[in-house]
């Protein structure tokens, strides 16, 4: 099923027989579920740009490489970095923006401008009934009612159909600069990125990869972002030298965990308070790891199999296996927060049928 | 401002119900005598007023679970209160409710710096926090006007933003966690100190959900390292449109300015005869701040002069010290406290896209003159958040009902341009009746969903939000 506008989307769901899988570009897909697939690609286009209102709202199946193009032609971006899983998962084709925002996709620069849902001003979208509801709209200030905006965004397709987005969007900046720390541990590492992340210098990556060095970046304007890296040197001074590297391209390999491309393996997304992160990362017995947002996120190579939660046990954050085989990919809730979620599926997909068993169920 | 009728069985039951209540909090934390109830009667929307049934000030999440629980039993409607500064009527009581008023709860309960957060009990105030972590370096960036007042857990109910939403979000941008009370006793924890939430954002859905979800009385809450330094230009254009071009011209060119403010002529002349700023008399003013070093903010502010001379401003005023920063803010601040001192006002809190701006304000403008009844509008323009405040005399009969359906009819005329209602108030009361201008009723129906899957019994701050009409069946259930 391929629907081409928003009234045949509902009307695909309404007369649904049994279970729809969801599938945007599936480029970034986690987990596995049964059913007939509902691809959304044909709700594709651009209803809306501004460029002096920092606004784009587009059908849920827009290819964002072109919305990439099209933003990057008037020095604007989506400001929360889209990875691209592509090479990390093993899949082809076009991510599409509804891919993005189901699953609430966001890059190192979530640091300093948070997640996709911190950008996602307006949704609308076909629940598992088929009916089409609208929430948010094209405005960045926005109170008026519940913000079912934030609640669609990661929800993975659980609660309906994505097939409208609007994003506020950013600049492009006229410069940027890569600090790297080549020889730290990965508990000297995660202080140095705190003390860079606490500092005024507007750091806005952080990662440490663990062999490679850890990477800070800045960008602005270009006289800005020299200051700011001579202050961060200074600043940075107990950690040892403090290379300094032009240009920001090392951020698109640690947004796509390309350390982990080629090797076998599990792959888990681990959410942490980020000064919990290396002995979390010494309890997990990975292969590999890869450390973003300051340490508040650890990406885990793992043999195939690898019970990781066992491992972590009780963890102030949760682990989702992106990459990997058999059920449980995403964490299960606490008890009264999986009823509520429970509850709120009942209400928005009363048969079920919306890639069901994905997520906490 | 049509209330539910209140419930006969709760107001008999007042006894039965402040004895249970008195058994669970101490005896200070219970409040019914009359005259005392008068104390929670309304909030910052003074036009409408209703004593509660009593109030309760509990001092922990346990006593909050405990009085919800009595509650949820004998089936009261509980309305959570901050600091009572909703302009909306988010925490006008009804006669048959307890408020339940989060002001005691005021502590700080952990910093930390080398993970970027705060954890605050709810009902400390907006300014405090950033109170607690100033001097080491740090700040809490949601700055709603009321600040100084209001409390975090009003906050997080409204999803409050402030003059300097355009550079750090809004407070769902800076809310990393809270304990929530559900109004059967629940205690839940949602999120925490880490990024990305576990399953479904409820955080999302609970922030901005006006306290009908459940009561936060916990919240992690991110702050930031405090800039460098700070420094507002201001400008002035003798029209709207060229001021509003100026500022979709500035974000064009890359620069992100915290604050961009806008003042029209009628709000401009009134700050100055109550503040005495010395701002140049014309048609529209721009106060822009940036951030950063000093070296950065010379950069930044060379380059907004370039646009802002592109559109032959009547005044580019610079500011070469504090002192001279303070007094381009100083009109701006006042502004609320100058329109007070004139006359009554309706202050409205429309978002409208950008670009429709000048539209926008000369539509207001006619709107104003055929009702008869002022209209100074000031407002956060890189974002689009309006505060069109109406000039009304509360003391000459039907005044008020002509500012409120000229209230509306501005509110009508922000969606109609691809805008919304509300961009940081809230909806509470005030706003109510219009949601049906906004939303679709499917619209509508999913978000009740929301409140049927979290308070059952629809008890808590039932007659908020949306239309009486829309909500009775759930409510009389």
Redesign the interface.
Known sequence: MQPTSEAELADFIRSATGPLVVRGGGTRSVGACRGAVLETGGLSGVALY??????LVAGAGTSLAEVEALLAA??QRLPFEVPDMRGLLGRTGDSTLGGVVAA?A?GPR?VQV??C??SLIGVRFV?GAG?????G???????????????M???WGT?GVLSEVSFKL?????AGATLILPDLSDAQAV?AM?AA????FEVNGAAHWPGQGTFLRIE??T??VA??AA?LQRHLAAFGAVELEPGTARWAEIRDVVPFHARAGDVWRV?????DAPELVARMGAEAVLYD?GG??IWALTAPGSDLRARLGVL???ATRIRGDGPGA??P??P???A??Q??RA??DPRGILNSGL??A | MEMPVPDTMVLSAKARIVARLRTVLPADAVIDDVAETRAYECDALTAYRCPPLAAVLPRTTAEVSAVLRICHEESVPVVPRGSGTSLAGGALPTADCVILGVARMNGVIETDYDNRYIRVQSGRTNLSVTGAVESDGFFYAPDPSSQLACAIAGNIAMNSGGAHCLKYGVTTNNLLGVTLVQMDGTVLEIGGPYMDPVGLDLLGVICGSEGQLGVVTEATLRILPKPEGARPVLVGFDSNEVAGQCVSDIIKAGVLPVAIEFMDRPCIRACEAFAKAGYPDCEALLIIEVEGSPAEIDEQLALIKVIALRHNPVEFREAADEDQAKRIWLGRKSAFGAMGQINDYMCLDGTIPVSSLPYVLRRIGEMSKAVGLDVANVFHAGDGNMHPLILFDANKPGDLELCEALGADILRLCVEVGGCLTGEHGVGIEKRDLMGVQFAPDDLEAQLWVKDVFDPKWLLNPAKVFPLSVTASRRAA
């Open positions: 501004e460029p002096g209102a920092l606004t008037e020095g609430n966001s979530r948070g997640a849902r911190d629940d009916t089409v509801i609208k929430n709209g094209r405005v960045m200030k926005n109170v008026t009612g519940y913000d079912l905006v934030k609640l965004a990661g929800s609660l950013l600049p492009v900046p006229e202080q705190a992340l606490g500092s005024p602005g304007f006289a800005s200051y700011r202050q959410a942490v308070k980020p000064s947002w508040g996120l102030v954050g949760h995403f964490a809730e606490p009264g927060v999986a509520l979620t509850g709120l209400k928005f997520m906490g």
